[in-house]
C-alpha cells in the first residue's frame, strides 16, 4: 500500500490547525479579561506602595517586624470587611472590585513570604522569643481581624 506525502502531512496539518485555534481563544480569552488583569496591576502596584509606606513608617522600630504585622493585620482585616460586601454587589461590579481590591491590592499588601523571612531572620540571629512572638502574634492576629472584618462586613448594611 502506497501513501502519499500529502497524505502523511494530513494529520499534522490537522495538529497545526488544532493548536493555532488553540492559540486564538487563549488571545481571545486574555482580551476578554484584559479589565481584571489592569484591575489587579493597578490593585497590586496600590497594595505594594501602601506596603512600602507602613515598613519605612515603622523601620525605627527596633528589634521587631513591625512593618510586616502591621500589613498582615490590617490586610487580614480588609480582606474580611471586603469579602463580604463584595459578594452583596451586583456581579460585573464585584468581580473588578474583587480583582482590583482583594486579589490586586490585599494580595500585594500583605505577604507571608515576607513574615516567613522576618521570623527566620529573628530565630538565626538567636532572637528566639521575637521569633516565636512574631509567629504567634501573626497568626492570631491576622486570623481574629480577618474573623472581625468577616463579622463586620456580613452585618454591614449597606
Known amino acids: 500500500m502506497y501513501t502519499s506525502r500529502v497524505d502523511l502531512?494530513?494529520?499534522l496539518s490537522i495538529?497545526?490547525?488544532?493548536?493555532?485555534?488553540?492559540?486564538?481563544?487563549?488571545?481571545?480569552?486574555?482580551?476578554?479579561?484584559?479589565?481584571?488583569f489592569i484591575l489587579i496591576f493597578l490593585g497590586s502596584g496600590l497594595g505594594g506602595t501602601c506596603r512600602h509606606?507602613?515598613?519605612?513608617?515603622?523601620?525605627t522600630l527596633a528589634y521587631f517586624p513591625y512593618g510586616?504585622?502591621?500589613?498582615?493585620?490590617?490586610?487580614?482585616?480588609?480582606?474580611g470587611l471586603?469579602?463580604?460586601?463584595?459578594?452583596?454587589m451586583s456581579l460585573p461590579l464585584s468581580s473588578h472590585a474583587q480583582a482590583l481590591l482583594i486579589t490586586g491590592f490585599c494580595g500585594s499588601y500583605t505577604t507571608f513570604s515576607t513574615f516567613s523571612l522576618n521570623t527566620i531572620e529573628?530565630?538565626?540571629?538567636?532572637?528566639?522569643?521575637?521569633?516565636?512572638?512574631n509567629i504567634i502574634l501573626n497568626l492570631?492576629?491576622?486570623?481574629?481581624?480577618c474573623m472581625s472584618g468577616?463579622?463586620?462586613g456580613r452585618h454591614w448594611t449597606v
Do not use: H
Open 9 to 11: 502531512l494530513k494529520p
Open 140 to 145: 492570631s492576629l491576622c486570623l481574629l481581624a
Open 15 to 36: 495538529l497545526i490547525l488544532i493548536k493555532l485555534f488553540e492559540a486564538c481563544n487563549i488571545i481571545i480569552y486574555s482580551f476578554e479579561n484584559m479589565t481584571s
Open 68 to 79: 510586616t504585622f502591621l500589613a498582615n493585620v490590617t490586610g487580614s482585616l480588609i480582606i
Open 82 to 88: 471586603l469579602t463580604p460586601l463584595l459578594s452583596k
Open 122 to 133: 529573628l530565630l538565626e540571629s538567636g532572637q528566639i522569643l521575637l521569633g516565636i512572638t
Open 150 to 152: 468577616l463579622y463586620l
Open 53 to 59: 509606606l507602613v515598613t519605612q513608617m515603622t523601620a
